[in-house]
Structure formats: structure tokens, C-alpha cells
């Protein structure tokens, strides 16, 4: 049984620093693609940030220069660390890993708001 916890969201004003983390536990075999989806109120979700097995990484354009995804030491966990935050990243977050199937984590709330 696969599982991810995610932590890390919360309530932040524009311009602010959030730093999610995204730890992945059960019988998971190597470093496989993780990532990030988000979903916002009355919008489709959508892919924010991933990371490949080679440390190759992907960005939806809105975030590019502003996001950053890693990995952590301990095998598959990730990070995605938020810059100059925008009223329009508010959404839930959601991280996934790349395992046969998708697998997802519970969501993390995120919400820039002055």
C-alpha cells in the first residue's frame, strides 16, 4: 500500500514563501517521478511542477522563476518551494507519485491572501 503525506500549506500574503513537503511510504521500489498538481475553486486541476527520476524537472509557465521542486534525501519525498506568491496560486495542492498508477496525497491547502 502506497501512501503520501503532504504538509506545509497554509494562509500567506502575496509575496510570501510557503515550502511544501511530500514524503512517500509502502513497497515502492527506486526514486520514482514525483510532482505537483494543484486545484483551484471551480477550475480544472492542474500539473504545477514534477521531477524525473534523473533530477529532469517540468514547470506549468504561470510559476516558472517563482517555484522550485526537489527532492528530499530519503527516497521518494519532494519538496516545492513558493516564491513572491500571487493571489492566484490559491488552491489545494496535491502531490502524486509515478508508480505503475498514479498516486496521490490528501491535498494541502494553499492560500495567498492579503
Known amino acids: 500500500q502506497v501512501q503520501l503525506v503532504e504538509s506545509g500549506g497554509g494562509l500567506v500574503q502575496p509575496g510570501g514563501s510557503l515550502r511544501l513537503s511530500c514524503a512517500a511510504s509502502g513497497s515502492i521500489l527506486g526514486v520514482n517521478p514525483m510532482g505537483w498538481y494543484r486545484q483551484a475553486p471551480g477550475k480544472e486541476r492542474e500539473l504545477v511542477a514534477r521531477?524525473?527520476?534523473?533530477?529532469?524537472?517540468n514547470y506549468v509557465d504561470s510559476v516558472k522563476g517563482r517555484f522550485t521542486i526537489s527532492r528530499g534525501t530519503a527516497k521518494n519525498t519532494v519538496y516545492l518551494e513558493m516564491n513572491s506568491l500571487k493571489p492566484e496560486d490559491t488552491a489545494v495542492y496535491y502531490c502524486?507519485?509515478?508508480?505503475?498508477?498514479?498516486?496521490w496525497g490528501q491535498g494541502t491547502q494553499v492560500t495567498v491572501s492579503s
Open positions: 521531477i524525473f527520476n534523473g533530477g529532469t524537472t
Open positions: 502524486f507519485l509515478m508508480y505503475g498508477s498514479f498516486y
